[in-house]
Structures are given as structure tokens and as C-alpha cells.
């Protein structure tokens, strides 16, 4: 016999564990197991129906440690274990009975598995004790299976694995059939616990493991795990794999059954579930095999369970699905089925299910068996209007009346009946139409909205285009009373085309779709009533104010810009057109609001035609677009005053100014331009300047737009760089008539700061497009309102630049010359000195890089000559950094190598007089650096 070696390995090994330690560890566990049992024994009153967070996580660092403490150093402590171990197991088991809490299902399961650790630590390795703990292990393992604590069942599986070692080890004669079973019962939970982790694989492989001689001894386990198995691999609809594990689950329930001499009504209950799962997923396989199956297992159903309400549910589900052939045999089934039907919801409900089958076959029989295959076309609609009466007469009807009518009128058509006449027609209608009443009075709108929707989508009826509009507006109002149903809806837009004639009807039409938030439907009822002249405008101002009652901006907005629309003419009376776009825009600016922080996210994960944000902020637009034409009196519409034309300039820059972190930079840049616009009508309204603030905060926001999209390094960017050069440079036209308006220094200070990070996009863009010509004059209009940060940015941003050399030096050099002489009062000289050895550092590299050499000379010349004077200047003490000189000095001298190995020996001593200088102006190393110079030099000469 093969032992379960796979899991024996988790056994740890104690030798290296003294016994203090041992006794300090399983007295910890003995308290904590006397606590948890305290709370759990009084877990009926409410302030101590909780286990305490610390115990619980103490309760996982010991489980997570199993079986490390699984020894104990003394007899008298393994009692004590014996017998904590067995109270807190019996209390989990009360408890686990009783509960339906999945969290403390969970939590109890957790407690068990430390019930069983305590008592397996307890338990001797001899025979009894082994037998003992490893059925504790295997019913502790399956209760934390059925939690989900996969990891934890694994570990106790372990255990138990080990435990069957030493029986099978030390196994006799006498206990070898007990020890088979002890094999089939492990090897079957570590087939439910691989399949549980998703290891199919595994879980297969395990199962081949199971001893064969045992599968004849302790079959039921088998059938237990091979039908849990297959029930829930039906749930995942993995009916192949659930087929297999039910086969061998009624294989083995058919060995036991062999096996058992005496009726067992347990087992026969078991068997009875296997055989109605195995039935119904052969039932729904399309092989011929499972065809087979499927005969052969109902074959069983019908011998051993006839009076089994499962067993002839079944059948009727068979029966159904193969298209009922004998009737007769299906009520015979039907009425066996409700002789032993128990009256419970579940059984009921598929009990009516199929009695209505049963009841509308009847129906039909007479119908188009006898009357519609027959030219008696008079009885046949007298017939039908007698099935519609007894439908209808009584409420709540006894049968599904819609479900039976349409199925009668669909077995009409299908026999040649094309259509019922005017009078026959106009009959039923009157019978609908009082059920509906009645229904819609009892308060039952959904089955009034199936009436409803089986007048208007039966072609066997001949109904006038008057009455359908009646039947519309009825369903329109169920779906008005019921915004839940949503089939209602979708015939209400099958029907729209005949909606559109009338005002009211469509009125009533947009509050389903407000209620709905169909937006589509709304657009559709306000471009139809706006299409219906004088009256539909009329509805269009209550369609508005529908909306707005009902908090919905989004139809609000639809609604008034429908009306901004037709404003060309006086269709609209005396309301001012001014004071109608005062209106619209709050509106807008209220839901732009709300939606700003979900915008993006929505724009990702909604289809284009669902994007509501999006398309609100592009309504926005195309009314600001409609207001700056009316502005411009393109119409016959009065000016408007120099309020209303500022209102509109703050409004469309504030609305940007809101979206632009989260819109894509054509819409804020369109609304920025839309600003810019009234502002200039402003001004030419007023004939002044003094609103010039709205033209810089524009371009201020227009430049931070853009320089994300420049930045991106896309074929767009080059374009974006540039509009940022047109938006500073329209910036500055105004920027100086602002500063001149301010009376105090910080009003100053706040459009200074906005100027300077322009100024900066300025350069970065100048440089990107390569404009060299340019950059000496931003260098210049910048020096006078210069800062430390702004200088560090220009160098920062010429240094990283990645453009030639030589350009880099030239800029660096002109950075350098114009920023030193700076009359900005923000600028600070000593704090530029304190940096400019690291920029003339920057500035030699790169002229070295760029052979500019007579740039790089100028560079030392410069150092020597700030070095030199760096104690001469009181107001600006100054040290230049010793190694800032040593490294020009080491840079200087190896120039002078390369030049002395090129044999040009006037340029290697100049260069090399010029290192000495440098080395000689360091302080702090006592002269060691030129002595090392002079030596190497002397060594060249």
C-alpha cells in the first residue's frame, strides 16, 4: 500500500525546541484557548459577542505556525490540552450549527482548527491516538474547505498525512481494512481541496491514487466529493467536467448500493441527487453520448424514485425541452408531481411553470387544430374573442393572460389568419382596454404596460391610427407611473414616428425620457416639438421647466438651447433674449461644476455616444458660440449692454479655467478665444481699457495648456510651441498698461509673477523651434524682472536642451552677461555671484564640447579675474569654490597636453599659464596642486 508521503514533510522537528520553551508555548495556547472559550460561551449577550482584535491575531500567529506546537513536555500538560482542546471543539461545532454569519462562520472555523491542534498534541502516537487525531484532522480540515481557509485546511491535511504514515506503518491484520478507509477518506479530501485551489490537474491525479480495494469499502466518501465537485462545476456551466465527476459519483453510489444489504434512506437521498444532476447536465450535452447517459439514468429515476417530486420535475423538463409529442403522458407526469409536491415557493413556482404549459396547449388544440386549419374564420374570431373575455374578466388572472394570448395569436398567424376584422379587432381592444383600467387601479403598472405593449406590437390586430394614440399615451403613462420597466420603453421608441404629430403626446413622451435619462429619446421629443411651430415652443418652455424641477441640468440645457435656437424671429414673445442665456449658463456652469473631478474617468470608459460630460461642455460651447453671434447682432436681435458682454467674457474664461486640467486643450482653448472676444466687443461698447486683466489671465491659461501638449513630443508640438509665442507675445502688448494700473507693490508683485513663468515658456519654445535670433532679446525683456528662480530656470532649460554645442555656449554665455548687470529688484547679485562659478563651469564644458575655444579662454580669464577680486568687494563677499578651481585649473592644464602633443606650443603655454593662475588662486591646499602642475608641465618641457 502506497502512503501519503506528499504532505508528511510539514512535521517539524522539536530537538532543537527546549522543554521550557515547549511549556511556556503550550501554556500561551492554553490561555489563549481559555479565553476564546469564555467569549464564545457567553456569545449570546451583546458586549461580549466579539472576540477581541489582539487574541485574534494571536489566534492567526499560532495557526499560521501549525504543527510547530503540536508537542507538549509533559503529561500533565497534554491533559490540560486534551481537555481546553475538547471544550472549545464541541462549543465551535454548537455555535457553527446555529450561525449563519459568514464572517463568524469564518472566525469559528479559525478557532476549530486550534481546537484540533490542542487535541492532536495532545493525542498519543500509539494506534487509538493516531486513529483519534486523524479523524479530528480530516473533519477539521473539511470545515475550514467549506470556509474557504484553504491554506489552513492544507496544514491540517498535513497532519493528518502524517498521522496515516505511522498507521501504515505500524498497521496489522486486524486494522488494515480500518487503514484503507483512512486512505480512501485522505486522498478524496485532498482531491476537494486541489480542485477548491483551482488545480483541476492535481485534483485528477489524486483521484487515481485512491485505492481500489478500498473504493468497495468506504465508497460513500467517494460519492460525496465526486458529487460536490460535479455540483459546483455545474454552477461555473463547466457541464463536461461536471459530467465526469457525477459519473464516478453514481458509479460509486451504485457499488455502495450493491454492497448495502438493507435499505439506507440516507443513501438513497444522495442517490437520488446525483441521478437528477447527472440527468440534467446529460440533458443539456449535445453528444451521443451524453444522449445515452442521459436515458439510462432517467431510466433509473423512473424505476426507483416514480414518486419523487424531483425525479418528475425532471421528466417534465424533458418533456419541454424535446417539444411535448404526447400530452396525455405529460399531465399523467404533471399530476404525479403535484401529488407529492411540497408547498414551498421554489417548487411551486416550477410547478405553475409547467401547468401553464399544459393549460395553453389545450387552448391552442382547439384553436388551430379544429378552427384555423378550417374555413369557419368566423368561429375562429368568435373563439378568440371568448379566450380574450375569459382572460381578462377577472384581475388577477389566473393564468399569465398576455403570455397565453400571444402565443394563441402567434399559432394564428402562423396558420394563414393574416389579420382579425375592424369589429373583432375593436371587441378585444374593449376588453384590454377595461382590463388595463382595472389593473392600472390596483396599482399593478407593469402587467397595464403589457397590455399596452401587446395591442401595439400584435399584427393581428387592425387598429386606426386614433386608437394607437391612445394605447401610446396610456403606455407612455405606466412608464411614467413605473420607471423601472424597461420593455415598455423600448416600444414606446419602436412607436415614435407616430408620437410626432402631437404636442402633448410628446410632452408626456419627454417625462419618460427624463425619468429614463434617455437622452436620446429627449432630443428626439425636442427636436419634433420644436419642428411643430408656435405650440410645440410653448411645450418646449414646460419641457424646460419639467427638467429643471427635477434637478436634471442635462435636459434643462437641451431644452433651452432648442429655444436659443429659434430665436431669429418673435416666436418667443417678450422674454429677453439676454436674460434666457443668463439663465442657460448658471445651469451649465452648475453641472460642469459637479462633473469636473469625473470627467476624465468617464471618458475612458464610456462609448463616444454615451459621453454625457464631454457632450455637456460641447453644448456649452455651441451656446456661448450662439450668444458671441447674437453679440455681434447677426440677427435681428437687440445689442447687447456692456454687462451682459463682460458676464459673458468672465463666465466662458471662469468655465475654462474650471475644465482645463481635465478637457482636452481644443475645447479650453475655444473658450479662452470666446473670452477674448466678448472682452474686445466689451471694449468696443465702453470705448476704454479697463478690463485688459481678462486678456493676460487668458493667455496665462492658454500658455499652461499648451506647454503639456509641447511637451508631449508629438508632430503637434512644434504647432503648440508656437501658439505659445503668439499668447506671450500678446500677453506683453498688454501686460505693461495693467502693471501701470497698479498702486501698490504686492498689485504689482501678482502680475510680475504671472510674467515670469511666461517669459520662461517664452525661452523653452524659442529654443525648441530653434528661433537663436530671438533669444537674446527674451534674455533682455526678462532682465528687468528677474528673480534666483527664473535665472536658475533659463540656464536649467538651455542646459537640457539637447540642441548643438555651439548654441547652448552662445545662450549660456548671453545668460551670463545680460543677468550680471540685471536692475530687477527681485534679483538678487550676491546670490547670483555665490552660482555664477557653477553657470561659468557650464559655460567652459560646453565651449570646450563646441571648440569654441576662444569662448572657453574668455570663461577662465573670467574665473581668474572673480577669484582674484572675490575679497576686493565689501558689499558682495565672495569665495570662489576651490573646486571649482581646481577642476578649471586640471581642465586648463589638460588642454595644454592636447596642444603640446598637436605641436602647438604658443597655444600650450598660454593655456598652460592660464592653469597655473587658476591653481595658484587656491586656498586651501596649500599650493599642492600647482607644485603637481608645474612639475608635470617642466616633465612636457
Known amino acids: 500500500m502506497s502512503q501519503p508521503s506528499d504532505y508528511s514533510s ?231 467536467v461536471a459530467a465526469r465527476w457525477l459519473e464516478r459519483a453514481l458509479s460509486s453510489c451504485e457499488l455502495l448500493q450493491h454492497e448495502t444489504q438493507q435499505v439506507n434512506p440516507d443513501l438513497k437521498d444522495k442517490r437520488l441527487r446525483v441521478l437528477v444532476a447527472f440527468v440534467w447536465v446529460s440533458l443539456h450535452l449535445d453528444s451521443a453520448d451524453a444522449k445515452f447517459d442521459c436515458d439510462r439514468a432517467v431510466a433509473c429515476l423512473k424505476s426507483e424514485y416514480d414518486d419523487a417530486f424531483e425525479a418528475q420535475v425532471l421528466q417534465l423538463e424533458i418533456y419541454s425541452k424535446e417539444n411535448i409529442s404526447d400530452y396525455d403522458e405529460y399531465a399523467e407526469i404533471l399530476r404525479r408531481a403535484i401529488a407529492v409536491l411540497e408547498l414551498n415557493d421554489a417548487d411551486l413556482k416550477n410547478i405553475l411553470y409547467f401547468i401553464h404549459k399544459l393549460k395553453e396547449f389545450r387552448i391552442k388544440q382547439l ?101 394607437k394614440g391612445k394605447i401610446l399615451r396610456k403606455l407612455i403613462s405606466c412608464s411614467r407611473d413605473d420607471p423601472s420597466t424597461l420593455e415598455g420603453h423600448k416600444v414606446i421608441v419602436r412607436h415614435l414616428e407616430e408620437c410626432k404629430a402631437s404636442a402633448s403626446t410628446l410632452y408626456m413622451l419627454y417625462g419618460v425620457a427624463l425619468r429614463n435619462d434617455d437622452y436620446t429619446l429627449g432630443q428626439t421629443c425636442l427636436t ?29 440645457i437641451e431644452c433651452l438651447q432648442q429655444l436659443i435656437t429659434g430665436m431669429d424671429d418673435n416666436s418667443l414673445g417678450e422674454v429677453p433674449v439676454s436674460t434666457l442665456f443668463q439663465y442657460v449658463l448658471p445651469v451649465y456652469m452648475a453641472m460642469v461644476t459637479e462633473l469636473i473631478h469625473c470627467i476624465i474617468l468617464l471618458s475612458q470608459l464610456l462609448a463616444p455616444e454615451d459621453r454625457g460630460n464631454a457632450a455637456s461642455i460641447a453644448h456649452l460651447i455651441s451656446t456661448f458660440e450662439e450668444a458671441l453671434k447674437r453679440a455681434n447682432n447677426e440677427g435681428r436681435l437687440p445689442l447687447y449692454s456692456a454687462s451682459e458682454l463682460e458676464w459673458f467674457a468672465r463666465k466662458s474664461y471662469n468655465i475654462a479655467l474650471d475644465i482645463h486640467r481635465t478637457s482636452p486643450s481644443e475645447t479650453v482653448l475655444h473658450l479662452l478665444e470666446i473670452s477674448l472676444e466678448f472682452t474686445d466687443l466689451y471694449h468696443k461698447k465702453t470705448g476704454t481699457k479697463d478690463r485688459i486683466f481678462i486678456y493676460l489671465l487668458a493667455e496665462y491659461i492658454k500658455c499652461s495648456k499648451l506647454i503639456a501638449d509641447a511637451r508631449g513630443h508629438t508632430p503637434s508640438s512644434a504647432k503648440a510651441y508656437k501658439q505659445i509665442r503668439q499668447s506671450v507675445q500678446h500677453f506683453e502688448t498688454h501686460i505693461q498698461a495693467q502693471l501701470d494700473t497698479c498702486k501698490t507693490a504686492p498689485e504689482r508683485e501678482v502680475w510680475t509673477h504671472k510674467y515670469r513663468p511666461l517669459l520662461a515658456l517664452d525661452f523653452e519654445a524659442a529654443i525648441d523651434l530653434k528661433q537663436w535670433n530671438d533669444i537674446p532679446s527674451i534674455i533682455e525683456r526678462t532682465s528687468t524682472i528677474l528673480d534666483d528662480q527664473l535665472c536658475s530656470v533659463f540656464l536649467d532649460c538651455i542646459l537640457r536642451s539637447g540642441t548643438p554645442a555651439p548654441n547652448i555656449a552662445q545662450v549660456v554665455k548671453d545668460i551670463i552677461c545680460i543677468f550680471h548687470s540685471s536692475p530687477s529688484p527681485s534679483f538678487d547679485a550676491g546670490a547670483f555671484h555665490q552660482k555664477l ?47 571649482e578651481l581646481k577642476w578649471l585649473a586640471t581642465m586648463a592644464f589638460n588642454r595644454a597636453v592636447d596642444l603640446y602633443l598637436a605641436s602647438a606650443d604658443e597655444d600650450c603655454r598660454k593655456w598652460g599659464e592660464i592653469a597655473f593662475t587658476l591653481a595658484d588662486l587656491i586656498k586651501d591646499d596649500g599650493g599642492a596642486l600647482l607644485r603637481m602642475l608645474r612639475q608635470n608641465y617642466a616633465k612636457l618641457m
Open 837 to 883: 562659478p557653477r553657470y561659468l563651469r557650464c559655460l567652459f564644458q560646453t565651449a570646450l564640447e563646441a571648440k569654441d575655444y576662444s569662448l572657453t579662454e574668455s570663461v577662465l580669464h573670467q574665473a581668474v579675474v572673480l577669484a582674484r577680486d572675490n575679497s576686493a568687494d565689501t558689499d558682495l563677499p565672495f569665495v570662489y569654490p576651490s573646486d
Open 528 to 556: 419634433s416639438l420644436s419642428e411643430l411651430g408656435q405650440e410645440g415652443k410653448i411645450y418646449l418652455f414646460s419641457c424646460a421647466a419639467e427638467a429643471r424641477r427635477s434637478g436634471n441640468t442635462r435636459f434643462t
Open 10 to 240: 510539514n512535521r517539524c522537528d522539536f530537538g532543537t525546541m527546549t522543554s521550557k520553551d515547549l511549556e511556556e508555548r503550550s501554556l500561551n495556547v492554553l490561555a489563549l484557548a481559555k479565553q476564546i472559550q469564555s467569549w464564545l460561551s457567553n456569545a449570546s449577550t451583546s458586549e461580549q459577542s466579539q472576540i477581541a482584535d489582539t487574541s485574534i491575531e494571536l489566534l492567526d500567529n499560532y495557526l499560521g505556525d501549525i504543527p510547530s506546537f503540536t508537542a507538549a513536555p509533559s503529561s500533565t500538560i497534554r491533559r490540560q490540552l486534551d481537555t481546553e482542546g475538547t471544550k472549545l471543539w464541541n462549543t465551535c461545532t454548537q455555535l457553527m450549527a446555529i450561525s449563519a454569519d459568514n464572517s463568524k462562520l469564518r472566525l469559528l472555523s479559525k478557532v476549530k482548527a486550534l481546537a484540533f491542534a490542542m487535541l492532536d498534541c495532545a493525542a498519543s502516537a500509539h494506534n487509538q491516538g493516531n486513529s483519534r487525531s486523524f479523524e479530528l484532522a480530516l473533519r477539521a480540515a473539511r470545515t475550514c474547505m467549506d470556509q474557504e481557509q484553504l491554506d489552513l485546511s492544507q496544514k491540517i491535511i498535513g497532519i493528518a498525512a502524517t498521522r496515516l504514515n505511522d498507521m501504515c506503518r505500524n498497521q496489522s491484520s486486524q486494522n488494515r481494512a480500518k487503514v484503507e478507509t483512512y486512505m480512501t477518506e485522505y486522498y478524496m479530501l485532498r482531491v476537494y481541496l486541489s480542485w477548491l485551489q483551482g488545480r483541476s490537474d492535481i485534483a485528477e491525479h489524486l483521484f487515481s491514487k485512491v485505492p481500489q480495494a478500498s473504493r468497495g469499502g468506504h465508497l460513500e466518501t467517494v460519492m460525496d466529493i465526486c458529487y460536490q465537485v460535479g455540483a459546483q462545476e455545474i454552477s461555473r456551466r463547466q457541464l463536461d
Open 367 to 467: 384553436l388551430h387544430d379544429k378552427l384555423a386549419v378550417s374555413d369557419k374564420r368566423a368561429w375562429t374570431e368568435r373563439v378568440f374573442i371568448s379566450l380574450v373575455r375569459a382572460l381578462t374578466e377577472s384581475y388577477p388572472c389566473a393564468l399569465d393572460c398576455i403570455a397565453v394570448m400571444k402565443d394563441v395569436a402567434q399559432s394564428l398567424l402562423e396558420f394563414g389568419l393574416q389579420s382579425l376584422s375592424e369589429g373583432t379587432t375593436n371587441a378585444c381592444l374593449i376588453l384590454v382596454w377595461k382590463h388595463i383600467d382595472t389593473a392600472m387601479s390596483n396599482g399593478d403598472i407593469s402587467h397595464a404596460e403589457r397590455c399596452c405593449e401587446f395591442l401595439l406590437e400584435q399584427p393581428l390586430f387592425q387598429i386606426s391610427s386614433d386608437s
